[in-house]
C-alpha cells in the first residue's frame, strides 16, 4: 500500500466503519495528472506531512515524485538507487520509501535529503507504512516472501511464519486495530494480518481471483478500496456489510498501484501506464462520533464529528424512539473543508423520561454517509413537597418541605414572602440536593421577621436550572411570627449598703418569653442580672419578677429597667420597661493617725472615723506586715449614728523591740461586711531596738589572771554593760560589780575586763550583757559564752637528760655583742637569711646533691635543710611584705625551714624523722610509759631554739610547738615527742590526740608516740 499519512486519514474512518456507519454513493469524481517524465511507472503513493502527495517511480534509475493537491508534480531522482517504490510518512517527520531493485529501504526529508538503508538480499521490499508501535513496516515478496519491520534508527527485522509461500505480499497500512493489513498479489490473491509483535493471518472469502489486489487503503467514507492492476485498470471498493462494487479509471488499462487518502481527505492513487498518471477519486463526507448534550425533559442537542472531505457538505440528524427514527433536523452546512469538526443540532417537543436514538447524516456530491446510532434519555422533572413551618418565633421561622430527584441533578429553594407573590427566596442560591430517586426532608431558617405578621411560602425544585419542563412547584403554605411581649419597671425594695431588689412585671403574649433587669450608676446601665436571662414562660399573663442585686456601692444612685424578650434579644421582639432609680446607705469612713508613745515594746495607734449617719464601730488592724494578723480592741468600739468626725486610740503593749509594724483603722457599720466597711491608709511605725553585744576571746591569760573582751553598738539609745563569769555557764559573778555607761552612739565599743585571783589551770565562762532599759528583759542583750584556762604551775618531770633550766632573762648560749649587717632582706614564704654564731652549721637546698657549710651567712629558700647539731645559727624571716622581720636562734638538732606567705610570718622548723635504731620494736611506735627509762635517753634527740619575739613553731613526730618570745626545746624520743620550755610558755598540740596543752618556764610535756 502506501504512506502512513494516507492510511493514518483513512483509520478514523475504518473505525466509524467497524462501529457501523456507511455510505451512499453517487457519482465519485476521478481526476488525472500526467507524470512529466514518460516510462517511470509511479507506484507507492502517500500523503505527505507538508501537505503534498508523494509517490515513487520504479523504472530505473527510480525517483520519488511530488504532486500538489491541485495537481503540480515535481521530481526527485538524486540518491534513489534503483527503482523506488512504496512510500509513507514516518514517525520520525521524513517519508520511508522501499528500492525492492537494490534490497533497500530509503528516507527523504520534505526537502529532498535521501539516505539508504539495506535489508535482506533478495528480499525486494515493495510498500511500507508506519506502524503504531513506532517503527516502519513493509512488504518483501522476494525470494521466500515475508513481512519487515525497520526501526527509524534503521534496524530490520522479518516475519514469516503464517504467510503462503510466494504469495508476493505487496501493499500493507496500519489498520484501526493497531495492527498492520496487507495484500497478497499472487493468484488467487489475499488479504493478510500481522500485529506488532509478529502474528499473521490470512484472509480469501469473498475476495475476486486472479485481480491481483496491489494496494489497500480506509477511506474518509467509511468504506474500504483497493486497487486491481489486472481487472482492466478499476478500483475495488467494499462497504461495510460486504458489497464490492468496481470503478473504471478514465484511462483503460491504466493498472492502478497505489492507493491512500490525501490531504484533502479524498483517494489518491497511482497508475503504471505509459505515460504514468497520479489520479485522485472524491468520497462521501466522513462522519465519527456523536452524544446528546444539555438533555432536559424536553429537549437535547445532538452532535458528532463531520468531515467535507473538500468538498461542499450538509449535514443533518435522525431521530425518534426506535432505530427507525422518524424525524429529523433540517440540514446545516458543514464546509468543504478536509478536517473534520464537530456539528450539532438542537431537538425540542420531547416526551420526559424516554429513550431516544439518533445518528448524524452528512452529504457532499459524491455521496451520503450515515454515523453511528446513539441513544439518550429525556430527564423526568423532581417532585416538590411544602410542609407546615416549624420554630415560628417572633422574627424567624423555619421552612421545611420534601423533594424526589427523580434520578437527575436537583437544586432547591424556599419561595417566600408576605402574599402568594413571595418576592424572596432562600438560600438566595439554589442549593443541591443530589441526583437520586429517594425522598429529601429540607428546611429553611428565616430571620429579620416583621412581629405578629402572616407570610406565605413553597418549596421550588429544579433539574435543568429553572426551566418550565424540569421545575416543581410545591403548594402555597402560610404562618403567623410571634407578637412581642409587655414588661412594666416597678419600684426597687429592700435597699442596703450594697444590695436592693428590683421588681417589675411581664406578660408573654403568648411566645416563650425571657427577661432581665438592665442597672448602672446612670441611664446608658451596664451590667444585667440575671445573666444569662430568665425566662417566664409562653402565656398571656402577667408575670411578678424580681432580683437581688448584691456588691453594690455604698451611698450611690442606681438606675434600673426591666427588659423582656422572646427573641433572645432581637430588635423587633425586645421591650423596655420604664427607668427607676434608689441609692443605697453610705458606708462610714475612716483615717488613720501616726502612732505616739513608741517605746521597745509599746505603741499608741491613733485615727478619726465618721458613721456617715448610720450606726458604727470601729477597730485597729495591726501586726508585722500589712496582712496584718492582730486587731484592737478585740470587739469593736461603737462611735455613734451621727455624721461627725469622732477621734479612736488604742494602746498596744508586748510588742518585739526594734521591728516595725504596721496598722491601719477600720470602721463599719454591717458588722463587717465588705461593703459597710471603711480602711484607713496603712501607716508603721519601730519600736526601739536592744544594744548589740558580741562576746570576743580573753588576752593576758596566766596562772591567776586573765582579761576578758567583748564589743558593744548602743544602736542609738542609752546603753550599759557588765560581764557576768564563772566556772560554769550559770556564772554566777559578774564584772564590774555596777553597770558601766557605753554611751548612745550607733558605733562599736570594744570593751575589756580584768580578772585576777583565778584558780590555776582551771576553765571559766563569761558573756558580755548590754541593756538600754536597766535590766528590763527588752532590752537587754546576752554575748554568746566564751571560755578561758588559766595556766597551769610549774610542774617536774624526769627520764630526759635536759640542758641546765636558765633564770628568766638568761639565754642558753653567748651571742655575739652585735650582728653583721646584711644586704639582702627575707621575702615572705621564700626566703630567710641566716648567719652562723658558733660551730660548724651545714645547709642543703632543694634540689643539692650535699649539704654545704655555712661561712657566716646568707639568703636560703624555704624548704632547706638545715644541720646545727654541731653549731648554731640565727634565722632571720620576713613577717610582711613591708620589710618587718624576725628572727630565732637555733641548735643542737637538724630541721627544715618553711614559711607560707598568707599566716603573717609563721616560720616552722620542722625536723626529720629520726633513726631510733636503739629503741626496742615495741617502743618504735606509740609504746608505754614504762619501757621509757630502758631505752628513753639513749634514743633522744633533740632541737634547741630561742625567739626574739617572732612566730614560730617547731613540728616534731607527735607535736607541734608554737611560741612567740621563748627559749624552748624539742627531743624526739622512742616514747613520744617531749618539748622543754626555759623561758616564755609554749602551745603544745599533740598530732594523735589532737589536745592542746601550755606549757609554761621550767615544765615540759610529752606528746606520746
Known amino acids: 500500500m502506501s504512506v502512513l499519512a494516507r492510511r493514518a486519514a483513512g483509520l478514523g474512518v475504518v473505525l466509524a466503519m467497524l462501529s457501523w456507519t456507511g455510505a451512499a454513493m453517487a457519482a465519485p469524481t476521478i481526476t488525472e495528472f500526467p507524470v512529466p517524465t514518460h516510462n517511470r511507472q509511479p507506484v507507492g503513493i502517500a500523503a505527505g506531512p507538508d501537505g503534498n502527495v508523494w509517490f515513487v517511480q520504479s523504472v530505473a534509475p527510480g525517483g520519488i515524485g511530488r504532486s500538489s493537491l491541485s495537481g503540480t508534480i515535481t521530481e526527485f531522482s538524486s540518491g534513489v538507487s534503483n527503482g523506488a517504490l512504496g512510500i509513507t510518512p514516518g514517525p520520525d517527520g521524513n517519508l520511508w520509501f522501499t528500492e525492492p531493485g537494490a534490497d533497500k529501504i530509503g528516507r527523504i526529508t520534505t526537502s529532498g535529503l535521501i539516505k539508504d538503508f539495506s535489508v535482506a538480499n533478495g528480499s525486494e521490499p515493495t510498500d511500507i507504512t508506519a506502524g503504531a508501535d513506532g517503527n516502519l513496516w513493509f512488504t518483501e515478496p522476494g525470494d521466500k516472501a515475508s513481512i519487515g519491520r525497520i526501526t527509524t534508527s534503521g534496524s530490520?527485522?522479518?516475519?514469516?511464519?503464517?504467510?503462503?509461500?510466494?504469495?508476493?505480499?505487496?501493499?500493507?497500512?496500519?489498520?484501526?486495530?493497531?495492527?498492520?493489513?496487507?495484500?497478497?498479489?499472487a493468484n488467487p490473491g489475499r488479504i493478510g494480518r500481522i500485529t506488532t509483535s509478529g502474528t499473521i493471518t490470512e484472509f480469501t472469502s469473498g475476495l475476486t481471483q486472479n485481480v491481483g489486489p496491489r494496494a489497500i487503503t480506509a477511506g474518509n467514507d467509511g468504506n474500504m478500496y483497493f486497487t486491481e492492476p489486472f481487472n482492466f485498470g478499476k478500483i475495488g471498493e467494499i462497504s461495510p456489510s460486504g458489497t464490492i462494487t468496481e470503478r473504471a479509471t478514465p484511462t483503460s488499462f491504466s493498472q492502478p498501484a497505489d492507493i491512500t487518502t490525501g490531504p484533502d481527505g479524498n483517494l489518491w492513487f497511482s497508475e503504471m501506464t505509459n505515460p504514468g498518471r497520479i489520479a485522485t477519486m472524491t468520497v462521501a463526507p466522513k462522519v465519527t462520533g456523536g452524544a446528546a448534550s444539555a438533555v432536559s425533559e424536553q429537549s437535547a442537542t445532538l452532535g458528532a464529528s463531520v468531515g467535507?472531505?473538500?468538498?461542499?457538505?450538509?449535514?443533518?440528524?435522525?431521530?425518534?424512539?426506535?432505530?427507525?427514527?422518524?424525524?429529523?433536523?433540517?440540514?446545516?452546512?458543514?464546509?468543504?473543508?478536509?478536517?473534520?469538526?464537530?456539528?450539532?443540532?438542537?431537538?425540542?417537543?420531547?416526551?420526559p423520561a424516554t429513550l431516544y436514538h439518533f445518528r448524524a447524516l452528512a452529504t457532499n456530491a459524491t455521496g451520503t454517509t450515515y454515523g453511528a446510532d446513539q441513544t439518550f434519555t429525556t430527564t423526568t422533572p423532581p417532585t416538590a413537597t411544602t410542609q407546615p413551618a416549624v420554630a415560628v418565633g417572633l422574627t424567624g421561622a423555619t421552612l421545611t418541605g420534601s423533594i424526589n430527584p427523580k434520578g437527575q441533578a436537583t437544586t432547591y429553594h424556599f419561595d417566600w414572602g408576605e402574599t402568594a407573590a413571595y418576592g424572596s427566596k432562600s438560600p438566595s442560591v439554589d442549593a443541591s440536593v443530589g441526583s437520586d430517586s429517594s425522598k429529601h426532608l429540607l428546611e429553611a431558617a428565616l430571620s429579620g421577621l416583621t412581629p405578629d405578621n402572616t407570610y406565605h411560602f413553597r418549596i421550588v425544585a429544579t433539574n435543568c436550572g429553572g426551566c418550565a419542563e424540569g421545575t416543581s412547584y410545591g403548594a402555597d403554605e402560610t404562618f403567623t411570627s410571634a407578637a412581642p411581649p409587655r414588661a412594666t419597671t416597678e419600684a426597687a425594695e429592700g435597699v442596703g449598703l450594697a444590695s436592693a431588689t428590683l421588681s417589675g412585671?411581664?406578660?408573654?403574649?403568648?411566645?416563650?418569653?425571657?427577661?432581665?433587669?438592665d442597672w448602672g450608676e446612670t441611664t446608658a446601665y451596664g451590667s444585667q442580672s440575671p445573666m444569662p436571662d430568665a425566662t417566664v414562660g409562653s402565656d398571656s399573663a402577667g408575670h411578678e419578677v424580681s432580683q437581688i442585686l448584691a456588691a453594690l456601692n455604698p451611698g450611690t444612685t442606681y438606675h434600673f429597667r426591666i427588659v423582656a424578650t422572646n427573641c433572645e434579644g432581637c430588635v423587633a421582639g425586645t421591650v423596655y420597661g420604664g427607668d427607676q432609680t434608689f441609692t443605697t446607705i453610705s458606708a462610714p469612713s475612716a483615717a488613720t493617725g501616726e502612732a505616739g508613745s513608741v517605746g521597745l515594746t509599746g505603741a499608741v495607734l491613733t485615727g478619726t472615723a465618721n458613721p456617715h449617719g448610720t450606726a458604727a464601730t470601729y477597730h485597729f488592724q495591726w501586726g508585722e506586715t500589712a496582712s496584718y494578723g492582730n486587731q484592737a480592741p478585740q470587739a469593736d468600739a461603737p462611735i455613734g449614728s451621727d455624721s461627725a468626725s469622732h477621734e479612736a486610740t488604742e494602746s498596744l503593749a508586748g510588742l518585739t523591740p526594734g521591728t516595725t509594724y504596721h496598722y491601719r483603722l477600720v470602721a463599719t457599720n454591717c458588722g463587717g461586711c465588705i461593703a459597710g466597711t471603711a480602711y484607713g491608709a496603712d501607716q508603721s511605725f519601730s519600736t526601739v531596738a536592744p544594744p548589740l553585744a558580741t562576746t570576743q576571746p580573753p588576752s593576758a591569760v596566766g596562772i591567776a589572771t586573765a582579761t576578758l573582751a567583748a564589743t558593744v553598738n548602743p544602736r542609738g539609745n542609752p546603753t550599759t554593760y557588765h560581764f557576768d563569769w564563772g566556772e560554769t555557764a550559770a556564772y554566777g559573778l559578774r564584772a564590774p560589780t555596777f553597770e558601766e555607761g557605753v554611751g548612745a552612739d550607733g558605733v562599736a565599743h570594744e570593751l575589756t575586763e580584768g580578772l585576777i585571783g583565778l584558780l590555776a589551770d582551771t576553765t571559766y565562762h563569761y558573756r558580755v550583757v548590754a541593756s538600754d532599759c536597766a535590766g528590763c528583759l527588752a532590752g537587754t542583750t546576752y554575748g554568746a559564752d566564751v571560755t578561758v584556762t588559766t595556766a597551769s604551775p610549774p610542774v617536774v618531770l624526769g627520764g630526759v637528760k635536759e640542758l641546765p633550766i636558765a633564770a628568766p632573762g638568761d639565754v642558753l648560749l653567748p651571742r655575739p655583742a652585735s650582728a653583721p649587717a646584711h644586704a639582702a632582706l627575707?621575702?615572705?614564704?621564700?626566703?630567710?637569711?641566716?648567719?652562723?654564731?658558733?660551730?660548724?652549721?651545714?645547709v642543703q637546698v632543694a634540689g643539692a646533691a650535699a649539704p654545704q657549710p655555712l661561712a657566716e651567712g646568707g639568703e636560703i629558700p624555704m624548704g632547706s635543710l638545715v644541720d646545727a647539731r654541731n653549731g648554731s645559727l640565727v634565722v632571720t624571716t620576713a613577717v610582711d611584705r613591708s620589710g618587718h622581720t624576725q628572727s630565732a636562734t637555733l641548735w643542737g638538732g637538724t630541721f627544715v625551714i618553711g614559711q607560707i606567705a598568707s599566716q603573717h610570718g609563721m616560720t616552722t622548723f620542722t625536723m626529720p624523722r629520726p633513726r631510733l635504731g636503739a629503741c626496742p620494736a615495741r617502743h618504735r611506735g606509740r609504746g608505754r610509759l614504762a619501757t621509757v627509762a630502758a631505752a628513753g635517753h639513749r634514743a633522744a634527740r633533740g632541737l634547741w631554739a630561742e625567739d626574739h619575739g617572732g612566730r614560730y613553731s617547731t613540728r616534731g613526730q607527735n607535736s607541734v610547738a608554737t611560741v612567740r618570745g621563748t627559749s624552748w626545746?624539742?627531743?624526739?624520743?622512742?616514747?613520744?615527742?617531749l618539748t622543754i620550755v626555759r623561758r616564755g610558755a609554749v602551745s603544745v598540740r599533740s598530732t594523735h590526740s589532737h589536745r592542746t596543752v601550755l606549757v609554761r618556764a621550767g615544765h615540759s610535756y610529752l606528746a606520746k608516740a
Not at 342 to 350: A, D, I, K, R, T
Not at 507 to 512: C, E, F, I, V
Open 156 to 185: 530490520s527485522s522479518e516475519f514469516s511464519t503464517g504467510l503462503t509461500s510466494n504469495s508476493q505480499p505487496r501493499d500493507i497500512v496500519a489498520g484501526p486495530d493497531g495492527n498492520l493489513w496487507f495484500t497478497e498479489s
Open 505 to 517: 412585671v411581664v406578660n408573654p403574649r403568648g411566645a416563650m418569653t425571657s427577661y432581665h433587669f
Open 826 to 842: 627575707p621575702t615572705l614564704g621564700r626566703t630567710a637569711t641566716v648567719r652562723a654564731l658558733s660551730g660548724s652549721v651545714l
Open 969 to 977: 626545746g624539742t627531743v624526739e624520743r622512742c616514747n613520744g615527742t
Open 308 to 351: 467535507p472531505n473538500s468538498q461542499a457538505t450538509t449535514y443533518r440528524f435522525a431521530y425518534g424512539t426506535t432505530t427507525a427514527y422518524g424525524s429529523q433536523t433540517s440540514s446545516s452546512s458543514a464546509g468543504s473543508g478536509a478536517s473534520s469538526a464537530p456539528v450539532s443540532s438542537s431537538v425540542n417537543g420531547l416526551s
